[in-house]
């Protein structure tokens, strides 16, 4: 996946309209990393996250992270797509920046949404998807207890990396015995017939 977005921050939240509460500031993102889509509509990412803080901020930087979190999609008949990020299960390290060697999860009280749900389509041959997120207000929790609200626009796109693959069927092999010739035969040694009396042993199919 390679997402590009811009993530607006407010420490003192947004108005119904969602216009910032100054101060604020706006961040724009790149994202690049792996989602990983089970069959039974369950999926896990890990993405690694880059940005910047611009003017009018109090100050400009620039910062790194590695973030996971959990999701559940549906694809439809006719090719739209929904994947809910699971904000609960969202987990950020700071790597780089004012910021390093710090965490982040967003709060997911009531009556904030506890998923950001992208939207999309995927192409014809299930190689390709197009998704976009809304306007969700949410808020994010620093591992200082430092609050900030914020509002995300992401366009993403992702493309399969590997075959689709069909679940794995375990066979397991039927079991037969090696003939054995156990008669003694005209001119067989007593050391020859005592081998040929030794059981045969049994090996899959």
């Known amino acids: 996946m390679v997402a590009m977005g811009t993530c607006l921050s407010s420490p003192n939240g947004f108005y119904p309209n969602r216009v910032a509460i100054e101060p604020s500031s706006s961040s724009p993102v790149v994202n690049r990393g792996i989602l990983a889509f089970e069959r039974n509509g369950t999926g896990r990412a890990r993405v690694t996250q880059t940005g910047l803080n611009v003017p009018p901020a109090a100050f400009s930087y620039s910062g790194s992270a590695e973030i996971s979190f959990d999701f559940t999609y549906a694809v439809m008949d006719d090719g739209t797509v929904t994947v809910d990020m699971l904000l609960a299960t969202y987990s950020a390290t700071y790597l780089t920046g004012p910021a390093a060697g710090m965490t982040a999860a967003f709060v997911t009280d009531p009556p904030l949404s506890p998923f950001w ?15 976009s997120n ?6 994010v929790r620093l591992s200082t207890n430092a609050i900030s609200n914020v509002i995300c626009q992401f366009e993403r796109v992702l493309a399969r990396l590997g ?3 069909a679940p794995r069927k375990v066979v397991i092999a039927p079991m037969r ?7 003694r035969r005209p001119g067989r040694s007593a050391r020859s017939e005592a081998i040929a009396r030794t059981p045969c042993l049994p090996f899959p199919a």
Request: proline share 6%; charged share 30%.
């Open 117 to 131: 749900r992208w939207s999309g389509m995927i192409s014809e041959d299930r190689k390709t998807m197009l998704l």
């Open 134 to 139: 809304g306007d969700t207000v949410s808020k």
């Open 163 to 165: 075959p689709e693959r």
């Open 177 to 183: 015995a090696l003939p054995c010739t156990c008669a």
